[in-house]
């Protein structure tokens, strides 16, 4: 927990970054947000339809494996985008 509040002695800069809230240039950090948003839940959609066609194959690959994986990094990718969607929104 020390490096998620900064207080690693290992490296000068913050352990995480600050997000700017409504300062000049927020409006290209929040247009990005939302085009990488749409572009990881339109992968969300194509993964479970990749999932479904794999699932003859589940007794003898590790694609569904694979392919969940995949889904759950997703999943993170969209729960980090709407933080920061929803930060410079509040700011």
């Known amino acids: 927990m020390r490096l998620l509040w900064g207080m690693s002695t290992l490296s000068p800069e913050p352990a995480l970054p600050d997000i ?3 300062d000049v240039g927020n409006s290209s950090l929040l247009e990005i947000t939302h085009l990488l948003l749409e572009a990881e839940k339109q992968d969300r959609v194509e993964l479970k339809r990749l999932r479904r066609r794999l699932r003859p194959l589940a007794s003898t690959t590790l694609g569904e494996l694979i392919v969940d994986l995949l889904m759950l990094d997703t999943e993170k990718h ?12 509040s700011g």
């Open 20 to 22: 700017p809230r409504r």
């Open 78 to 89: 969209i729960r980090i985008l709407t933080a920061i969607a929803a930060l410079n929104k």
